[in-house]
């Protein structure tokens, strides 16, 4: 595994993501795909491009991709790094992010940071 992928384990043990669930492994490829091609289109069709990707990846379904993916961001925000989330979102956030937008603002601020 490449280092910087080392560092975004780092930051998401940091938000307190626990390494046991398997939306930790989707989510890492989902980053490393936007490395590969951040263009607006993926940005936009997260589901299509990204997730059809991942479960073909690792032979599951386009559904099982995003709610593992779901339950994480859930757990991060129920019992997270508040802190650290408001640094990645820029703010004080009300409301569990969604999906994709969890993975846009995740992906900038590594990149940024």
């Not at 289109?41 to 059809?52: D, E, G």
Request: glycine share 4%.
């Amino acid at each position: 595994m490449r280092r910087e992928y080392l560092n975004i384990r780092m930051l998401l043990k940091e938000l307190g993501v626990k390494r046991n669930y398997l939306g930790l492994e989707y989510l890492i490829a989902s980053i490393k795909l936007l490395d590969e091609d951040s263009s607006s289109l993926a940005l936009t069709n997260v589901s299509k491009l990204i997730y059809t990707r991942i479960a073909a990846q690792y032979h599951t379904s386009v559904f099982c991709v995003e709610r593992n993916i779901r339950t994480l961001i859930k757990a991060i925000w129920e019992s997270g790094n508040r802190d650290l989330m408001n640094k990645i979102f820029l703010g004080d956030i009300q409301t569990c992010p969604s999906n994709s937008t969890f993975i846009y603002c995740f992906w900038l601020y590594y990149h940024v940071q």
